[in-house]
């Protein structure tokens, strides 16, 4: 904690330093708080009889839901334009949004509407003695805990399994999949005893663990050595994944598109074509993938080929920033929307697998084009995205030395977490 203390000192602090600097002396005074609360996501119970709870679904509509509510017809055009206005709320989403309606008791009509679009944001409506409606919107306070888990891969383990038994929740898991997957390749650089590392963010509200929250450092002893990441928030507000050393671990290309998939074809200057027979290179890499997975655009770009061809079956080509290209093959069909001189971002989905044009089974065939020339996915080196410059390298490096701190702290006390 010494370091920590001198940064306090320091007049070149940023508020980053000094939030982590003060969460980590949290970390030293008080941080023993055995955690975890149960995971009850949505927490709505109380025996309120005059409170009636909806879960939107499909097909529900406002105007629908407060009808049946017993809300007369003007009402609910009041209550619709009051929500727009106050709220900006046009709609309600299926499976995601909840409408609490409150009564005085059970005979009486409903005063006060909650409608709950996240549950970090409640929209209530009253209603006045003279039927007129009001919206007030309340942010729910949230409180978020960084924890940390690690685990080791067992013989004949994926990275998934191993990550699962060491209690990393599935959405941190692939999104931690989805960052060591710039760095790492799966299918060769997983072995037995390997360990890995995850701190993320937990959030709580009231107490109750309500979800998630980001990725804040990853680790994993890779055979080609130690893969860390840290996310850090640049002076401009941007946030971005950066190694031990601050250079950006996001990378202009994902190598493996689709997450998890397993490697059933490498890349080849000369291999023995399965359906043609003879000898031909393989262009590409093939990833397993069943007919209708979403396939998504390896790197931000935009489509310039967008068609079908014997060899390919359906297929899309992008050109990336610099002089990369991307081709995916045999797909089932593609995304509506995208056209040739569609400019699309990192991940956004562009098709889905399948088998059409020369192909054996579903799967996806994925090439990298650099410079004309086809070269392996799996191992090109490609260029960072979002690299830092000369002052914000300088604050993250002391921001990643102290948050290396309490990852040390918390690797020895598994049962805290500390406090953001
Ligand atoms: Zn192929």
Redesign the pocket.
Same mark, same amino acid.
């Given at each position: 904690m010494k370091k920590v203390k001198e940064y306090l000192n320091s007049s070149v602090l940023t508020k980053i330093i000094i939030a982590l600097a003060v969460l980590l002396t949290l970390v030293a005074l008080f941080v023993v708080v055995s955690h975890r609360t149960p995971n009850s996501g949505d927490s709505v119970a109380d025996g309120d009889t005059c409170k009636t709870v909806v879960v939107v679904s499909s097909g529900d509509t406002l105007s629908g839901l407060l009808s049946a509510q017993g809300l007369s017809h003007n009402q609910i055009n009041e209550i619709a334009r009051v929500l727009k206005s106050g709220a900006g709320i046009t709609g309600l989403r299926a499976e995601r949004d909840k409408i609490e309606f409150v009564r005085s008791d059970d005979e009486s009509p409903v005063n006060k509407i909650v409608v709950i679009p996240s549950p970090w944001r409640q929209v209530e409506l009253t209603c006045d003695n003279g039927g007129a409606w009001k919206c007030n919107t309340v942010d729910i306070q949230r409180d978020t805990r960084a924890v940390y888990k690690s685990g080791v891969i067992l013989d004949g383990d994926s990275f998934y399994l191993a990550g699962m038994r060491a209690g990393i929740p599935a959405g941190i898991l692939t999104d931690v999949y989805d960052l060591l997957a710039f760095e790492m390749d799966f299918e060769r650089d997983v072995r037995a005893g390997q360990k890995f590392s995850v701190l993320y963010e937990e959030n709580f509200s009231k107490g109750t663990k309500v979800d998630n929250g980001h990725v804040l450092a990853v680790s994993f002893d890779a055979l080609r050595g130690n893969v860390k990441m840290y996310r850090f928030k640049k002076s401009d507000g941007s946030i971005g994944f950066y190694n031990e050393k601050g250079d950006g671990a996001i990378k202009s290309l994902k190598r493996t598109p689709i997450n998890n998939a397993k490697v059933? %074809?490498s890349f080849s200057t000369r291999r023995k074509h399965p359906v043609l027979g003879f000898t031909r290179a +393989?262009?590409?890499?093939?990833f397993r993938a069943a007919t209708g997975t979403p396939i998504p655009a390896a790197g931000a770009g935009r489509v310039v080929k967008r068609g079908y061809n014997s060899g390919h079956g359906n297929f899309i080509r992008i050109r990336h920033n610099g002089s990369f290209e991307t081709l995916y093959? +045999?797909m089932s069909k593609f995304k509506k929307g995208v056209n040739v001189g569609t400019v699309v971002k990192q991940g956004q989905i562009i098709g889905f697998a399948g088998s059409t044009g020369l %192909?054996t089974g579903p +799967?996806? +065939?994925?090439?990298v084009i650099k410079d004309g020339k086809h070269v392996n996915p799996l191992t090109v080196k490609l260029p960072a995205i979002n690299n830092l410059d000369g002052p914000n390298k300088k604050k993250f490096l002391e921001y990643r030395e102290a948050l290396d701190q309490g990852i040390e702290y918390l690797s020895s006390h598994p049962n805290m977490f500390i406090v953001l």
């Amino acid at each position: 904690m010494k370091k920590v203390k001198e940064y306090l000192n320091s007049s070149v602090l940023t508020k980053i330093i000094i939030a982590l600097a003060v969460l980590l002396t949290l970390v030293a005074l008080f941080v023993v708080v055995s955690h975890r609360t149960p995971n009850s996501g949505d927490s709505v119970a109380d025996g309120d009889t005059c409170k009636t709870v909806v879960v939107v679904s499909s097909g529900d509509t406002l105007s629908g839901l407060l009808s049946a509510q017993g809300l007369s017809h003007n009402q609910i055009n009041e209550i619709a334009r009051v929500l727009k206005s106050g709220a900006g709320i046009t709609g309600l989403r299926a499976e995601r949004d909840k409408i609490e309606f409150v009564r005085s008791d059970d005979e009486s009509p409903v005063n006060k509407i909650v409608v709950i679009p996240s549950p970090w944001r409640q929209v209530e409506l009253t209603c006045d003695n003279g039927g007129a409606w009001k919206c007030n919107t309340v942010d729910i306070q949230r409180d978020t805990r960084a924890v940390y888990k690690s685990g080791v891969i067992l013989d004949g383990d994926s990275f998934y399994l191993a990550g699962m038994r060491a209690g990393i929740p599935a959405g941190i898991l692939t999104d931690v999949y989805d960052l060591l997957a710039f760095e790492m390749d799966f299918e060769r650089d997983v072995r037995a005893g390997q360990k890995f590392s995850v701190l993320y963010e937990e959030n709580f509200s009231k107490g109750t663990k309500v979800d998630n929250g980001h990725v804040l450092a990853v680790s994993f002893d890779a055979l080609r050595g130690n893969v860390k990441m840290y996310r850090f928030k640049k002076s401009d507000g941007s946030i971005g994944f950066y190694n031990e050393k601050g250079d950006g671990a996001i990378k202009s290309l994902k190598r493996t598109p689709i997450n998890n998939a397993k490697v059933t %074809s490498s890349f080849s200057t000369r291999r023995k074509h399965p359906v043609l027979g003879f000898t031909r290179a +393989h262009k590409g890499v093939d990833f397993r993938a069943a007919t209708g997975t979403p396939i998504p655009a390896a790197g931000a770009g935009r489509v310039v080929k967008r068609g079908y061809n014997s060899g390919h079956g359906n297929f899309i080509r992008i050109r990336h920033n610099g002089s990369f290209e991307t081709l995916y093959a +045999h797909m089932s069909k593609f995304k509506k929307g995208v056209n040739v001189g569609t400019v699309v971002k990192q991940g956004q989905i562009i098709g889905f697998a399948g088998s059409t044009g020369l %192909s054996t089974g579903p +799967h996806l +065939h994925y090439e990298v084009i650099k410079d004309g020339k086809h070269v392996n996915p799996l191992t090109v080196k490609l260029p960072a995205i979002n690299n830092l410059d000369g002052p914000n390298k300088k604050k993250f490096l002391e921001y990643r030395e102290a948050l290396d701190q309490g990852i040390e702290y918390l690797s020895s006390h598994p049962n805290m977490f500390i406090v953001l």
